[in-house]
């Protein structure tokens, strides 16, 4: 813990110099970074670890390059299940693609249980410094009557719920999808970009230990073996290597089917055209099917006002490409730590406030071109027809679909690359920032 010397930024009446709501992988990175240069973090978390939450358990090169950023060790020796690339099925064809040789990122991707990897992180962060307070679920800012600046949150702690206030010169929202922070100061999300829907599940398999990510373009149900149904939305299964297999499926906003399905019977119907041998059956489930919604391509905006920055889900951080949360939330934590570290270390005051709107700025040349073609990627595929030409006439040229891999994953070296990274480099130049 950090000593509440003379050095502080904190007020008279502040509980600590930033608090950091949610300790998912945004929260808890964020709060990392902050209490390893110094700072008083307060970490607040609506529920008690270990937990669980709703995901692949997948983790590209991308995502594990935060990971090891942040000093985590990623070896096999430490828990974590690699994978050598994606395996994509659909049209008739399956295609190995292993993840590329970059210099930028490892050329590994990890999979590794949510109840484990949010612990874990959360862990992290409180032995960099930062108190974390479990069960403590805030329903809101706090701003001030004047200048309508965020200067801390209101929660309820404990079993009995009790309401207590925390306050702090700048307040991370961490919050993930429900964003509630950002809707208590009236941050909206943009209904124009792209939200996912997905449902997963765990079964016990023998294709828990797997080389590859497995991605299905195509779900069909062949439940009636005459008339195979072409359902809605790609399908992932991805070995936990534990005996276990995370199968689950995902549908976009752009799809018509968005909203009028039943999410749990159509991966019922897909899982029961799988194989027998595969084991995706009720009687080998692991627990309960369980859904999330997924905010992607910068869907919450301004990500920084009035003392509240908003990281990873909450601000709508999700890649439109593929679906991936984890390394971008991480992502987007670090770039708020840095600009939040520069800031605590100006007086209050304009140049505060100057260094704070580099994180919306970071952000947008990160990852907002790349976002805005995503959102539009997001379209194009949401159209079933569109989809299934793509399906049909990409997957058997593999050339085409490593250039997609790359693409898709953000798995690409903008300065040394191949000429494929040139191509996806001077794309994302040229589309306008989301």
Same mark, same amino acid.
């Given at each position: 813990m950090n000593d509440f010397s003379s050095t502080t930024r904190r007020g008279l009446d502040d509980d600590a110099e930033v608090i950091v709501v949610g300790a998912g992988p945004a929260g808890s990175t964020a709060a990392t970074y902050l209490a390893r240069a110094g700072l008083d973090v307060l970490l607040l978390e609506k529920s008690t670890f270990p937990r669980e939450k709703v995901c692949g358990d997948g983790l590209t090169p991308r995502g594990v390059k935060q990971l090891i950023d942040l000093g985590v060790d990623t070896r096999e020796e430490a828990g974590w299940l690699h994978n050598r690339g994606l395996r994509v099925v659909g049209g008739g064809v399956t295609l190995e693609l292993d993840w590329p040789d970059l210099a930028t990122f490892p050329p590994y991707g990890v999979v590794r249980p949510r109840q484990d990897f949010d612990e874990l992180l959360a862990r992290t962060a409180q032995r960099?410094?930062?108190? !974390?307070?479990?069960?403590?679920?805030?329903?809101? $800012?706090?701003?001030?009557?004047?200048?309508?600046?965020?200067?801390?949150?209101?929660?309820?702690?404990?079993?009995?719920?009790?309401?207590?206030?925390? #306050?702090?010169?700048?307040?991370?929202?961490?919050?993930?999808?429900?964003?509630?922070?950002?809707?208590?100061?009236?941050?909206? #999300?943009?209904?124009?970009?792209?939200?996912?829907?997905?449902?997963?599940?765990?079964? $016990?398999?023998?294709?828990?230990?797997?080389?590859?990510?497995?991605?299905?373009?195509?779900?069909?149900?062949?439940?009636?073996?005459?008339?195979? %149904? !072409?359902?809605?939305?790609?399908?992932?299964?991805?070995?936990?290597?534990?005996?276990?297999?995370?199968?689950?499926?995902?549908?976009?906003?752009?799809?018509? %089917?968005?909203?009028?399905?039943?999410?749990?019977? !159509?991966?019922?119907?897909? !899982?029961?055209?799988?194989?027998?041998?595969?084991?995706?059956?009720?009687?080998?489930?692991?627990?309960?099917?369980?859904?999330? $919604?997924?905010?992607?391509?910068?869907?919450?905006?301004?990500?920084?006002?009035?003392g509240l920055l908003l990281v990873g889900d909450a601000g709508g951080m999700v890649n439109p490409f593929n679906g991936e949360g984890i390394g971008y939330a991480m992502e987007s934590a670090r770039l708020a730590a840095e600009c939040v570290i520069q800031a605590l270390a100006r007086p209050e005051g304009p140049a505060r406030e100057k260094a704070l709107a580099g994180y919306p700025i970071a952000l947008k040349q990160s990852l907002g071109h790349y976002y805005r073609l995503g959102n539009v990627f997001s379209k194009l595929i949401g159209n079933p027809v569109v989809m299934r030409t793509a399906t049909k006439y990409g997957l058997p040229r593999t050339t085409l679909m490593k250039l997609v891999l790359k693409l898709l994953a953000g798995l690409y070296d903008p300065r040394d690359g191949d000429y494929m990274d040139k191509m996806i480099t001077v794309a994302t130049r040229f589309a306008p920032s989301a």
């Open positions: 960099a410094g930062a108190r !974390l307070l479990e069960q403590t679920t805030v329903t809101g $800012a706090i701003t001030d009557e004047r200048s309508g600046r965020v200067i801390g949150v209101a929660a309820k702690v404990g079993p009995d719920k009790k309401p207590v206030t925390y #306050k702090a010169p700048l307040v991370l929202a961490c919050d993930g999808v429900s964003a509630r922070l950002a809707l208590s100061v009236g941050l909206e #999300k943009n209904d124009k970009r792209p939200m996912g829907v997905a449902v997963r599940r765990y079964y $016990a398999s023998p294709r828990t230990k797997d080389d590859y990510l497995e991605s299905h373009l195509e779900l069909w149900d062949r439940s009636n073996p005459d008339e195979p %149904a !072409l359902l809605p939305g790609y399908g992932w299964i991805f070995g936990m290597g534990d005996g276990t297999v995370n199968v689950g499926l995902g549908i976009l906003s752009t799809s018509k %089917a968005y909203g009028k399905t039943d999410y749990r019977a !159509l991966m019922r119907s897909w !899982l029961d055209g799988t194989p027998e041998e595969w084991g995706f059956r009720e009687h080998n489930a692991v627990g309960k099917v369980g859904g999330a $919604a997924l905010p992607m391509g910068f869907n919450r905006t301004p990500h920084y006002r009035d």
